[in-house]
């Protein structure tokens, strides 16, 4: 028998730049995360590729289109996933599994166009966000323990995501520090979207339907800002549509279209937040999932709806200002 392995070295955190903004750092230096939402579905095989080689095809087909990251939404990969993010050399932003019991619409939708923060810590809160039971709740830690145990080694795990949209959300700012003591090679984006408690690493926001402006930063604010989740526009490929009521964020009916405004969301509107003070970008999303078209690839993966140098231009406008290293 023949067995063979690999590692890694390399560091993760946050740190200033040269104009002493928090920026995400890789290897003590300033590094943009351009990343792209990855639910893991396959209409083959639902949350189970049908090979290696189709997990192969999705990383190397979003590192061709410039990305760097991909975020792992709400789903605990196999380590082969994992070990070819390692090989082929993709960042790993790693959801948990959220949980809970019944989420309701406005305190996990609504927040998305308007302005609604809930105090995690509070027995309604905890309700509306559906963790009101505290066997759940405890249920949820052990979860996060085990899954930071069974990821520690992997290489190319950069962040840590506990709660995504308020969904099963309750003491994020605790479970941010727990996840922290578990594991502090890894930064922690405690509460993704919204309902911010102020804790963890990073100051998250999700925007979808609107532009996107960096918000006023307190002096007090020291975390980095991210957009951790933007974007979502669909496009309908016909013969590669699964759903019978396609869902989108902004909706286009030709290629053309949707390349027009995609660059422009990224040489536009972004590039230059990018610049000022944004750390890291997870446009939504890698591939269709069932309803949701608004993959950048069809549920099946045959289609690339943009020719691929106008999603590499757009990319190529997110840049950090080139730091000076003494």
Not at 14 to 22: A, L, Q, S, Y
Not at 203 to 213: I, N
Not at 235 to 262: C, I, M, N
């Amino acid at each position: 028998d023949r067995v063979t392995s690999y590692a890694g070295m390399r560091s993760f955190g946050v740190g200033p730049d040269d104009d002493g903004k928090p920026r995400l750092l890789l290897n003590g230096r300033p590094y943009l995360h351009i990343g792209v939402l990855d639910q893991g579905y396959w209409p083959d095989g639902l949350l189970t590729a049908a090979s290696d080689e189709a997990l192969v095809h999705d990383f190397t087909e979003m590192k061709r289109l410039g990305f760097t990251m991909l975020r792992k939404d709400i789903k605990v990969e196999p380590l082969r996933w994992y070990a070819y993010c390692d090989r082929l050399g993709m960042l790993v932003w790693q959801d948990l599994v959220n949980g809970g019991g019944r989420y309701r619409t406005p305190v996990v939708s609504w927040p998305g166009r308007w302005p609604v923060r809930l105090r995690d810590d509070r027995p309604r809160s905890r309700w509306l966000l559906g963790r009101a039971d505290p066997a759940g709740r405890e249920e949820f830690r052990s979860e996060m323990r085990r899954t930071v145990e069974h990821l520690r080694n992997v290489t190319s795990l950069a962040v840590w995501v506990p709660f995504n949209e308020g969904w099963g959300q309750f003491d994020a700012v605790s479970v941010a520090t727990e996840v922290a003591t578990l594991d502090p090679t890894r930064s922690v984006d405690h509460a993704s979207g919204w309902h911010d408690q102020g804790g963890g690493d990073l100051w998250s926001k999700h925007v979808y339907e609107r532009p996107f402006t960096a918000p006023r930063r307190r002096a007090d604010e020291r975390r980095v800002l991210v957009l951790s989740e933007y974007g979502g526009y669909d496009l309908a490929v016909e013969g590669h549509v699964w759903g019978e009521k396609p869902f989108g964020y902004r909706r286009f009916t030709s290629v053309d279209a949707l390349g027009e405004a995609f660059l422009r969301l990224h040489e536009t509107e972004l590039a230059p937040v990018v610049g000022h003070d944004l750390s890291a970008v997870v446009y939504t999303q890698l591939s269709d999932v069932e309803d949701e078209v608004n993959g950048l690839l069809t549920y099946d993966r045959e289609v690339l709806k943009l020719p691929e140098d106008l999603v590499r231009r757009a990319l190529a406008a997110l840049t950090l200002r080139p730091p000076s290293y003494g």
